[in-house]
């Protein structure tokens, strides 16, 4: 988390250099970026959870021609998704710099991954979008073991894990689903 918040830091050091205003939206009160001592950080800092909710009141107040999603984890990630399908975005004219949402949201769905690589022909290991422990059972008896689970909508890989035989699949399947369903 100390070094998210430094990479953080110095994308708003980097922001300041240029004269661009910068609107910091952060839920921890106590991270480095908000540090009163020496140089200010950001022109404006919202100590508010990032949700869809108040990041659309934060945008409605503050007019930001721009917007980072890859500087707030997983939680950035899964905002920004919601927010483009809103159509926040749009109606306020709010950029998405950096990575786009429609690469988020091609790399975060596996199945969507998997079809955009096979589309320029690299190759991969075979995979299969499951949404269920019977699911994830039948996919291993056609891949084999070991096998991998990634959840969708987890690039901070949450729900991830090594399975090597059908107990851990079970186990790790069950656990997966439960906290994704």
Same mark, same amino acid.
């Given at each position: ?60 107040? !503050?007019?930001?021609?721009?917007? *980072? %999603?890859?500087?707030? @984890?997983?939680?950035? +990630?899964?905002?920004? $998704? !919601?927010?483009?399908?809103r159509g *926040? %975005?749009?109606?306020? @004219?709010?950029?998405? +710099?950096?990575?786009? $949402? !429609? ?13 955009? +690589?096979?589309?320029?022909? !690299? ?6 979008a499951v ?5 994830? +059972? ?44």
């Amino acid at each position: 988390m100390e070094e998210e918040a430094s990479v953080v830091s110095e994308e708003v050091d980097s922001q300041l250099e240029e004269n661009v205003k910068t609107v910091l939206m952060n839920p921890n009160i106590a991270s480095v970026q908000t540090n009163e001592v020496g140089l200010k950080q950001a022109d404006t800092v919202y100590f508010l959870p990032i949700t869809p909710h108040f990041v659309t009141e934060v945008i409605r107040a !503050e007019r930001p021609d721009g917007l *980072i %999603l890859g500087m707030g @984890g997983q939680t950035a +990630l899964n905002c920004g $998704v !919601e927010l483009f399908r809103r159509g *926040i %975005l749009q109606e306020y @004219g709010v950029k998405v +710099l950096g990575t786009s $949402v !429609e690469s988020i949201m091609a790399t975060e769905d596996r199945q969507l991954f998997s079809n955009k +690589l096979n589309e320029i022909s !690299e190759k991969i290991a075979p995979s299969f979008a499951v949404e269920s422990v019977d699911d994830a +059972l039948e996919a291993a008896g056609k891949i084999g073991y070991p096998v991998m689970i990634r959840s969708a909508y987890a690039l901070g890989g949450l729900g991830s894990g090594l399975c090597h035989d059908k107990e851990e699949l079970m186990d790790l399947a069950s656990k997966v689903l439960l906290l994704f369903m």
